[in-house]
């Protein structure tokens, strides 16, 4: 059995055609470079939304079969190969069984396949107890139409769209990074309401004839410190009106800190959001340029246009520059250029990607090139060099062409000084203005 497994981890890692279709799997539910994703998120967006109009309309309305087999079979099955697919990418059983066989006969020690299978299938089950995973799980679930109490499990399918619609994920991810703050406020609100819940109970369940249960105490703090107010359960003695009044300022309290802190949250993220627009429509487009810094060499490249450029983001790690290179209305993020990181964010397999490396530190410049190539060589690398002598570094580094302003300028000056004639006529030629 060991060894039939093992053939197999073997054959599949070998196999250019399952990785092909492994990766493919894999960009188009996780990569948003990849074409396909954009069709691919709008068609489970379209499922989503037809299988809650279908639940919708059924309440009242007989629904014809057609209809019926498309929710039962269609959505539910192409949901059940989603979810099967990203257990699958999640990661990869044969690669890990190499990997193991490949240490135990390097150290010399009795290869476990039951290590690797554990230790694979622990990573599998801990991403089926993620919360994403459980609601593309109960998804599937309205698919065994039996059960009826299994239809209300087509609500959970809205929760799908937290995945594929970009502005609610952006707007969640927003709350996450003010778990503390937000989780401490829950508390807090828990807290009030559980208080003023029992107290309300306890004062005037015998006086009150619209409270029976404790449950009707708690649905009445959490309506009045809401500040909803329905009116169906109201306190009848002063000391029930006074538990109202401080609830009622609390509930306004709690609304007011709750917002103040999502505002400051998205007041921080503001910029970055704007930023990852502009990665994303740069990434839409078939050629663009990145420019990596924002100085003397960049504005003049800018001044050199006689037709504005349409695709391409100023990079620089001043803010200062960042809001100038704005100012100047052009497009700029603050960004800095020589981490992987950053330039990984572009597309480079699908677009035609230009840099132009312009700081003014030749280390920078070298860095940009060394990770742009790095990621890949396609990528066209045009480099200011300042010190000559370090041509040669630019050029193992992967270097497309070179600029070197520095030796330019000195040339035009010695030559202004020693023969002013040739001079202007350089100078004509290059600025395109007659010398008469």
Same mark, same amino acid.
């Given at each position: 059995?060991?060894?039939?497994?093992?053939?197999?981890?073997?054959?599949?890692?070998?196999?250019?055609?399952?990785?092909?279709?492994?990766?493919?799997?894999?960009?188009?539910?996780?990569?948003?470079?990849?074409?396909?994703?954009?069709?691919?998120?709008?068609?489970?967006?379209?499922?989503?939304?037809?299988?809650?109009?279908?639940?919708?309309?059924?309440?009242?309305?007989?629904?014809?079969?057609?209809?019926?087999?498309?929710?039962?079979?269609?959505?539910?099955?192409?949901?059940?190969?989603?979810?099967?697919?990203?257990?699958?990418?999640?990661?990869?059983?044969?690669?890990?069984?190499?990997?193991?066989?490949?240490?135990?006969?390097?150290?010399?020690?009795?290869?476990?396949?039951?290590?690797?299978?554990?230790?694979?299938?622990?990573?599998?089950?801990?991403?089926?107890?993620?919360?994403?995973?459980?609601?593309?799980?109960?998804?599937?679930?309205?698919?065994?139409?039996?059960?009826?109490?299994?239809?209300?499990?087509?609500?959970?399918?809205?929760?799908?769209?937290?995945?594929?619609?970009?502005?609610?994920?952006?707007?969640?991810?927003?709350?996450?990074?003010?778990?503390?703050?937000?989780?401490?406020?829950?508390?807090?609100?828990?807290?009030?309401?559980?208080?003023?819940?029992?107290?309300?109970?306890?004062?005037?369940?015998?006086?009150?004839?619209?409270?029976?249960?404790?449950?009707?105490?708690?649905?009445?703090?959490? +309506? =009045? *410190?809401?500040?909803?107010?329905?009116? &169906?359960?109201?306190?009848?003695?002063?000391?029930?009106? %006074?538990? $109202? /009044?401080?609830?009622?300022?609390?509930?306004?309290?709690?609304?007011?800190?709750?917002?103040?802190?999502?505002?400051?949250?998205?007041?921080?993220?503001?910029?970055?959001?704007?930023?990852?627009?502009?990665?994303?429509?740069?990434?839409?487009?078939?050629?663009?340029?990145?420019?990596?810094?924002?100085?003397?060499?960049?504005?003049?490249?800018?001044?050199?246009?006689?037709?504005?450029?349409?695709?391409?983001?100023?990079?620089?790690?001043?803010?200062?520059?960042?809001?100038?290179?704005?100012?100047?209305?052009?497009?700029?993020?603050?960004?800095?250029?020589?981490?992987?990181?950053?330039?990984?964010?572009?597309?480079?397999?699908?677009?035609? +990607? =230009? *840099?132009?490396?312009?700081?003014?530190? &030749?280390?920078?410049?070298?860095?940009?090139?060394?990770? %742009?190539? $790095? /990621?890949?060589?396609?990528?066209?690398?045009?480099?200011?060099?300042?010190?000559?002598?370090?041509?040669?570094?630019?050029?193992?580094?992967?270097?497309?062409?070179?600029?070197?302003?520095?030796?330019?300028?000195?040339?035009?000056?010695?030559?202004?000084?020693?023969?002013?004639?040739?001079?202007?006529?350089?100078?004509?030629?290059?600025?395109?203005?007659?010398?008469?």
């Amino acid at each position: 059995m060991k060894e039939l497994l093992l053939s197999f981890a073997l054959f599949l890692h070998r196999s250019a055609q399952y990785k092909a279709v492994k990766a493919f799997a894999k960009t188009l539910l996780f990569d948003t470079n990849n074409p396909y994703k954009r069709y691919f998120d709008l068609t489970i967006i379209f499922l989503v939304i037809s299988s809650v109009l279908i639940l919708i309309y059924e309440v009242k309305n007989p629904v014809p079969a057609w209809l019926d087999n498309y929710d039962i079979y269609v959505v539910s099955f192409i949901f059940a190969v989603e979810y099967l697919l990203r257990l699958w990418v999640h990661n990869d059983l044969s690669e890990m069984m190499i990997k193991e066989y490949n240490d135990a006969k390097f150290l010399g020690r009795e290869f476990s396949l039951y290590t690797v299978l554990k230790k694979g299938l622990v990573a599998k089950l801990k991403y089926m107890v993620t919360p994403s995973a459980i609601v593309d799980l109960l998804a599937i679930l309205p698919a065994y139409r039996p059960l009826r109490i299994l239809r209300v499990f087509i609500l959970f399918r809205v929760f799908k769209l937290l995945r594929y619609t970009k502005s609610i994920k952006q707007f969640v991810d927003v709350l996450v990074n003010k778990k503390f703050e937000l989780l401490t406020l829950l508390f807090l609100l828990l807290f009030i309401v559980l208080t003023s819940g029992i107290a309300i109970y306890i004062l005037e369940a015998d006086k009150n004839s619209n409270i029976h249960t404790l449950f009707d105490g708690i649905y009445w703090a959490i +309506v =009045t *410190i809401s500040t909803v107010g329905y009116g &169906d359960i109201s306190p009848v003695t002063d000391v029930g009106r %006074a538990i $109202s /009044i401080l609830i009622i300022v609390s509930g306004i309290a709690m609304i007011s800190f709750v917002t103040s802190v999502i505002v400051s949250a998205f007041s921080e993220r503001l910029n970055e959001l704007k930023e990852y627009r502009i990665i994303e429509q740069m990434n839409k487009s078939k050629s663009f340029m990145l420019i990596c810094g924002y100085g003397q060499m960049t504005k003049m490249f800018f001044r050199q246009q006689r037709q504005p450029l349409e695709h391409y983001v100023i990079m620089d790690t001043d803010p200062t520059r960042v809001e100038a290179a704005k100012k100047d209305g052009y497009i700029a993020i603050h960004e800095d250029a020589s981490s992987h990181k950053t330039l990984s964010r572009f597309d480079a397999e699908y677009c035609d +990607v =230009t *840099i132009l490396c312009l700081t003014s530190s &030749d280390v920078e410049n070298i860095y940009i090139t060394l990770n %742009a190539k $790095s /990621i890949s060589k396609s990528i066209k690398v045009i480099a200011r060099v300042n010190d000559p002598e370090t041509i040669d570094k630019f050029k193992y580094a992967g270097a497309d062409e070179v600029l070197l302003p520095n030796l330019v300028a000195n040339t035009m000056i010695y030559t202004a000084i020693r023969q002013p004639t040739m001079y202007k006529a350089i100078h004509a030629i290059l600025t395109g203005k007659s010398i008469a």
